[in-house]
């Protein structure tokens, strides 16, 4: 379908350009008074989103970007289109999901899939894309159907509410493998287990000899090591239970849209951040206690996801900027409502990963967003 999707954007006087890689194919539509294409008025990006190739949702906005600057296009976002071509669907879905004017075109299918964020045209691209099917059913052509008729000829406006299914698969399961978050749950609960074994965790002596975040230790005998072990233990069962329930649930969102490697730098930034702040804390208040557990990795999660949130318009993986908001905002009141509880290190975590989300992430994908407002 993308060939013939092609040959009719050529007939409509879009004129395709020279690109790379060789899977994304750009077209433009000159100026009125431009009889090459210097200056252009709209364009269409056709993705050949075959095996082997990949896309991360960050990357669409900053190719649009660049077709833009270069062509001196305004900054309204219904000036370019993209168009994934794909026989797994599926696998396109984020790139459509999380960037306004990207369809997905389902080729073992035959099927248009636009999401509710998805324009219903483009100048007049829909239509093409009807006229390519009915061709090649060897219909006539006639009158475009209403949009509650579109399912009669394989066209497919799907919604991106909540699906349970597609969400318990994605919230037990995953469409991508975690490694990172996997990874930590498996070693905290190992650390837990084994230091177990050979003492009482609850008991702070024993916490402080395998590796507690306690300010004497640190600052008199220099074991600044003490600001990574900590991250990786928990007093009882039940602050580790609680920790690594809400590390795989919500590790999975914020590994999934950083990547392994900048997730594991902002988890591990954020504990050691968090503990150095924790430490400042116990230093102010003169009192040297022992502090240990992941949560305050777990609020740099907290943190970074809300930044990744604000960076795709608000809106990520059905959680909006609001609910993320009040989430923080529950969980910071029940710190501060508890006792016992390391309110500094939580607070570092906190705004930790949300400065080095920002730094490794967000900046490069704000750049990028030629769309927003």
């Known amino acids: 379908m993308i060939q013939q999707f092609e040959q009719a954007l050529e007939e409509k006087g ?29 364009a269409v990006i056709c993705i050949d989103y075959g095996p082997g190739y990949s896309m991360s949702v960050h990357q669409v906005p900053l190719v649009r970007s660049k077709i833009r600057d270069y062509f001196g296009m305004p900054i309204d ?13 599926e696998r396109a879905r984020p790139l459509s999901m999380e960037n306004p004017y990207c369809w997905i075109v389902d080729e073992r299918d035959e099927k248009l899939i636009l999401y509710e964020n998805q324009p219903s045209d483009f100048d007049g691209m829909r239509a093409i894309a009807e006229e390519i099917r009915r061709k ?6 006639q009158e475009p159907p209403r949009r509650d008729d579109y399912n009669g000829y394989h066209f497919q406006r799907r919604k991106s509410g909540w699906n349970l299914k597609e969400e318990l698969q994605w919230l037990f ?13 498996l070693a905290n609960c190992l650390a837990f287990g084994i230091l177990s074994l050979w003492g009482d965790l609850g008991q702070s002596r024993y916490m402080i000899r395998v590796g507690g975040m306690y300010a ?65 804390g116990s230093l102010s208040s003169g009192e040297a206690y022992v502090s240990a557990g992941a949560s305050g990795a777990i ?44 309110n500094m290190g939580h607070m570092g975590g906190l705004l930790s990963g949300a400065a080095l989300t920002l730094l490794l992430y967000g900046i490069s994908c704000l750049a990028g967003w030629e769309t927003q407002e």
């Open 299 to 342: 609020y740099g999660l907290m943190g970074a996801l809300a930044v990744i949130i604000l960076v795709h318009r608000g809106r990520y993986r059905g959680l909006s900027l609001q609910r993320m908001a009040f989430m923080i905002l529950l969980c910071i009141y029940q710190s501060v409502s508890s006792i016992g509880v390391d």
């Open 14 to 42: 879009y004129i395709r350009l020279k690109s790379k890689p060789e899977w994304v194919h750009t077209f433009v539509l000159p100026e009125e008074d431009e009889t090459r294409a210097e200056r252009a008025r709209r």
């Open 77 to 89: 976002q219904d000036r370019i289109l993209v168009v994934v071509f794909t026989r797994d669907p």
């Open 136 to 141: 090649d059913l060897g219909q006539e052509a």
């Open 173 to 185: 399961l995953g469409r991508k493998k975690h490694f990172v978050t996997v990874f930590l749950v």
């Open 216 to 280: 004497p230790a640190i600052l008199e005998n220099g074991q600044w090591w003490r600001l990574l072990t900590c991250i990786f233990l928990h007093f009882d069962i039940s602050h580790l239970f609680h920790n690594m329930l809400i590390l795989y649930f919500l590790g999975k969102w914020v590994e999934e849209a950083l990547g392994s490697a900048r997730y594991a730098a902002v988890y591990l930034g954020s504990g050691i951040l968090g503990a150095i702040l924790s430490l400042w």
